[in-house]
């Protein structure tokens, strides 16, 4: 196995989820669970039968390239600074791939998704972590940010909302990081893939601050699309966007012809109807999810910002590799906080995509298996 390929393996959030015994409660994947929307689903099939569907030019059809460009007036995007992919996760390696070169080092949250730590690793380049420390639930904090910054540092990683604290990068944070980064030459890779789920603010985009950004997002959470595979790089930088147009023309031609043209409704009076309903749907799970820990576990979880994350303090009650175990056993799946890096040990990731009842049956197994 080549070099760049070594000691890579599954996330433990599928290792977790592949072990399930039938009939789990999933707390588990970070996958909407409400319906694709109607429109989309007909659209899609419209398209499917209706029309040819061949190829389409590697970056994406350029009336979806335009849509999405709209999505970021601040950088007044052209065609040439969007590549449609498969999903934001291609972007994000695709992204990776073109700015990572041996031996740079990568700042990267801790914790964080852990596709990044594998994305830099594949680039040969080396992972850095900086701190969200827990003891504030998992709030950026500046100082950690600037102290994990090296002479190597070639590019640094924000995610708002985030996987897997469901904490939003405030206007301050990516002000202070822009600030930090100023001159560096050092690129943000800015993960916006839950920029529509949010709960209060709208959460802004690192690129609204700080130019050698690239986004990477996609409509797979908010509209429920995830197995549709529709997501995009975006950037003002063309050295970037180049090598991940060529780097998608190799590994995937283009995205799927149906999804694109049906993902031209991505933007439509009923999409952001649906992304509004979205928002109001995980944010009053969060709550009652948040809440029932409380009561039922006699356990504190953050308060969810966005996305469909919490994190579990179990440190109280023992090791979360175990304690997530238990939970296994007892049909019920979560990801161990150390999943997703050192400071979050102690902690479970619960994602809420379940409704109201099963989440409520999934604590009640919980407590059956903690014992508390
Ligand atoms: C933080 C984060 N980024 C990117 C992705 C990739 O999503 P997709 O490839 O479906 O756009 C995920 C999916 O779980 C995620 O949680």
């Excluded at 000691?7 to 909407?32: C, H, K, M, V």
């Excluded at 499917?48 to 709209?70: D, M």
């Excluded at 995509?353 to 508390?372: D, L, P, T």
Aim: glycine share 8%.
């Amino acid at each position: 196995m080549p070099k760049r390929l070594q000691g890579l393996q599954p996330t433990l959030i599928r290792q977790f989820f592949e072990r399930a015994l039938p009939d789990s409660i999933n707390f588990g994947l970070g996958e909407p669970d409400l319906p694709t929307p109607d429109f989309l689903r007909r659209e899609a099939a419209r398209v499917a039968t209706e029309e040819q569907n061949g190829y389409t030019s590697h970056p994406g059809l350029p009336a979806l390239r335009e849509k999405i460009s709209e999505q970021y007036p601040h950088l007044g995007l052209g065609l040439k600074d969007i590549v449609v992919t498969c999903g934001s996760q291609e972007a994000m390696t695709a992204a990776f791939l073109s700015i990572v070169d041996i031996g740079d080092d990568v700042l990267l949250p801790n914790p964080s998704f852990p596709a990044y730590d594998a994305c830099v690793r594949i680039s040969q380049g080396n992972p850095v972590y900086y701190r969200l420390p827990a003891e504030t639930e998992f709030a950026f904090d500046i100082e950690e940010f600037k102290r994990a910054i090296t002479p190597k540092t070639k590019a640094a990683v924000v995610i708002s909302p985030s996987n897997p604290t469901g904490k939003i990068f405030t206007e301050t944070d990516l002000r202070q990081i822009a600030e930090v980064l100023e001159g560096t030459g050092i690129y943000l890779i800015s993960d916006e893939i839950y920029s529509d789920l949010y709960f209060g603010e709208r959460p802004h985009s690192a690129s609204e601050f700080y130019e050698r950004t690239v986004i990477v997002s996609g409509l797979s959470k908010s509209l429920s699309m995830t197995g549709w595979r529709l997501g995009w790089a975006a950037s003002s930088r063309p050295e970037v966007m180049h090598g991940i147009q060529v780097l998608h023309g190799f590994l995937t031609v283009c995205a799927s012809a149906i999804t694109q043209k049906a993902s031209l409704l991505g933007w439509s009076a009923e999409a952001e109807e649906f992304k509004a309903h979205a928002r109001e749907v995980y944010k009053k799970r969060g709550d009652f999810l948040v809440d029932l820990f409380d009561k039922e576990l006699g356990l504190k979880a953050t308060a969810p910002e966005g996305a469909f994350y919490t994190m579990l303090d179990v440190r109280s009650v023992g090791d979360d590799i175990e304690i997530a175990e238990k939970c296994l056993q007892n049909r019920v799946i979560t990801v161990p906080g150390v999943a997703f890096g050192t400071e979050a040990k102690g902690f479970l990731r619960i994602s809420f995509c379940n409704s109201e009842e099963r989440m409520a049956e999934g604590v009640r197994r919980m407590k059956e298996a903690i014992g508390v």
